[in-house]
């Protein structure tokens, strides 16, 4: 099955700087790769997701990358703010798996 | 509109002792799915429901674990002669069909077996 690793586990950056969050997986067949933004006591909320026929899409400070060839994603959100502060999470999926499979997450904090 | 709502927020219960936690999908929205999430840990897949499918079990630890979703709406997950390790945050979420990926979450329900 899908196996998504991500890194790093926790990452502490200064308000204005830039932060990147990286993803692998395992299984060439997904095609769906989604990015979720927890704060404590919710559940996780979509921020951006990125299909596997475009390399790159932004939304305003955060962007997601995708390389298919080495099977890796990453979050990048940039002039970070305290309020970006949370647990980030990766996840993969495909036609075929409804479900997706998540990465362990990132704890970002954002020093003011 | 109103998003993914889920009862109850938090349950205490007993080791040996049934819980039910249930889930309100995203109206309109025909899949759902049950995620657990350990502390400190990711989203771990349990079950997933499309429209009137049978449902894909494939993620669920036990046969302590079961799931039903009546009329195609909302949703109970119940787990059976609770066991200690089965404390987590229940998350269910839902998209809008089969063809569409982004899954909306609910707050989760906080089980803690004591």
């Known amino acids: 099955g899908e196996n998504v690793e991500q890194h790093p586990s926790t990452l502490s950056v200064q308000e204005g700087d830039s932060a990147v969050i990286k993803c692998t997986y395992s299984d060439s067949a997904s095609n769906y790769f989604p990015w979720y933004k927890q704060e404590l006591g919710k559940g996780p909320q979509l921020i951006i997701d990125i299909r596997s026929n475009v390399g790159e899409k932004k939304d305003q400070r955060i962007a997601v990358t995708l390389n298919k060839t080495a099977k890796h994603f990453s979050l990048h959100i940039t002039e970070t703010q305290p309020e970006d502060s949370a647990v980030y999470f990766c996840a993969a999926g495909d036609t075929g798996r409804r479900a997706l499979t998540f990465g362990s997450g990132t704890r970002l904090q954002v020093q003011p | ?114």
Not at chain 2, 36 to 53: A, M, P, T, V
């Open chain 2, 1 to 114: 509109g109103a998003g993914v709502s889920q009862s109850p927020s938090n349950k205490v219960t007993e080791k040996g002792k049934d819980v039910e936690l249930r889930c309100d999908p995203i109206s309109g929205h025909t899949a759902l799915y049950w995620y657990r999430q350990s502390l400190g840990q990711g989203l771990e897949f349990l079950i997933y429901f499309q429209g009137n499918s049978a449902p894909d079990k494939s993620g669920l630890p036990s046969d302590r674990f079961s799931a039903e979703r009546t009329g195609g709406s909302v949703s109970t997950l119940t787990i059976q002669r609770t066991q200690q390790e089965d404390s987590a945050v229940y998350l269910c979420a839902s998209s809008l069909d089969r063809g569409n990926y982004e899954q909306y979450f609910g707050p989760g329900t906080r089980l803690t077996v004591t």
